[in-house]
C-alpha cells in the first residue's frame, strides 16, 4: 500500500558528510511524521531524528548540531544531512513513515528497506 524507498547511503571517512534520501509512494492520504532510525550490529534500532507535517524536528542526543532533517510535503519525501560523522554512526538506517492511507484509517508505521552508512577511515 505504502512504499518507501531510501538512497545515499554509502562509505565515508570520519568527519565526512552523507545525505539520506526517502520517497514515499502508494495510496498515502497523509503522513504525520516522518523519521530516521538506525540499527548497528549487535544493537537496538534508535531513533535518529524525526520531522512532522509543519516542521517541527526531534534529534537524538548522539546527532544535535550534526544531523539535520528536512521534508517535502509535496513530494513525500524526507531527507537526513549528516555531517562531521563519527564510527559511531555507522549503522544500516532506516526511514519511517507514519501514514493514513484514507481520512477513515488510523496511522499506521511504514518501514523503508534500509540503507547502510559506514564511515571509516
Known amino acids: 500500500q505504502v512504499q518507501l524507498v531510501e538512497s545515499g547511503g554509502g562509505l565515508v571517512q570520519p568527519g565526512g558528510s552523507l545525505r539520506l534520501s526517502c520517497a514515499a509512494s502508494g495510496s498515502i492520504f497523509s503522513i504525520a511524521t516522518m523519521g530516521w532510525y538506525r540499527q548497528a550490529p549487535g544493537k537496538q534500532r534508535e531513533l535518529v531524528a524525526v520531522i512532522t507535517s509543519g516542521g517541527s524536528t526531534n534529534y537524538a542526543d548522539s546527532v544535535k548540531g550534526r544531523f539535520t532533517i528536512s521534508r517535502d510535503n509535496a513530494k513525500n519525501t524526507v531527507y537526513l544531512q549528516m555531517n562531521s560523522l563519527k564510527p559511531d554512526d555507522t549503522a544500516v538506517y532506516y526511514c519511517?513513515?507514519?501514514?493514513?492511507?484514507?481520512?477513515?484509517?488510523?496511522?499506521?508505521?511504514?518501514w523503508g528497506q534500509g540503507t547502510q552508512v559506514t564511515v571509516s577511515s
Open positions: 519511517n513513515a507514519y501514514t493514513k492511507i484514507g481520512p477513515l484509517y488510523p496511522s499506521v508505521d511504514y
